[in-house]
């Protein structure tokens, strides 16, 4: 055998171990272009070309239990609480249109299938949740957002509605 052929045939078999390992690759990939970003980690709000609205931190994804009289039980089998801290800045404008809604929240498998979405009930008291209005320049929030959902580990995403296409959105592996 050359050692040409010798070196094609290296390198094809260096070529399918790697692609080999990245298959085996606990990461999911993204076909829908959402960001990765880490738990506890800021994440910048923004579309191209305009300023930064706000500073996002997802602190937690953790199963909750109701704690309101006459709460209904999840229809997906477990309610989960994203804890989020959202910081606008001087130059976010209420009037243009942005806000957090919990239906920007989903959860989904490491197959990026769809386990359960952000929904608005009177699980917890309502103090505890992310405020889902319009928001003030240069303010600080705190709260959770509720997500009925089948799994309790997996990918959070937060897909903004009212964002131009170029903000495709972000995930978390909780």
């Known amino acids: 055998m050359s050692v040409a052929r010798r070196g094609i045939r290296i390198t094809a078999a260096i070529a399918v171990m790697i692609l080999a390992v990245a298959g085996c690759s606990k990461e999911r990939p993204s076909d829908d272009?959402?960001?990765?970003?880490?738990l506890g980690k800021q994440i910048v709000i923004r579309s191209d070309g305009s300023p930064t609205l706000a500073n996002l931190w997802?602190?937690?994804?953790?199963?909750?239990e109701c704690t309101e009289p006459g709460s209904l039980e999840p229809n997906n089998g477990?309610?989960?609480?994203?804890?989020?801290?959202?910081?606008t800045t001087q130059e976010y404008q209420p009037d243009w249109g942005w806000w957090m809604s919990a239906?920007?929240?989903?959860?989904?498998?490491?197959?990026?299938?769809?386990?359960?979405?952000?929904?608005f009930t009177s699980c917890l008291p309502q103090h505890r949740y992310l405020p889902d209005d319009f928001y003030l320049a240069?303010?600080?929030?705190?709260?959770?957002?509720l997500?009925?959902?089948s799994s309790e580990h997996g990918v959070l995403t937060y897909k903004p509605h009212n964002m131009p296409d170029?903000?495709?959105?972000?995930?978390w592996s909780y």
């Not at 997802?58 to 909750?64: A, E, G, I, L």
């Not at 477990?78 to 910081?87: C, D, E, M, P, R």
């Not at 240069?138 to 957002?145: F, L, N, Q």
């Open 147 to 149: 997500i009925d959902s």
């Open 78 to 87: 477990h309610y989960l609480a994203a804890t989020i801290v959202l910081q």
């Open 138 to 145: 240069d303010s600080g929030y705190y709260g959770v957002v």
């Open 166 to 171: 170029n903000v495709k959105g972000w995930r």
């Open 103 to 119: 239906t920007d929240f989903a959860t989904e498998d490491n197959d990026g299938k769809v386990t359960g979405r952000g929904i």
């Open 33 to 38: 272009a959402t960001q990765s970003a880490d």
């Open 58 to 64: 997802v602190d937690s994804v953790k199963p909750v």
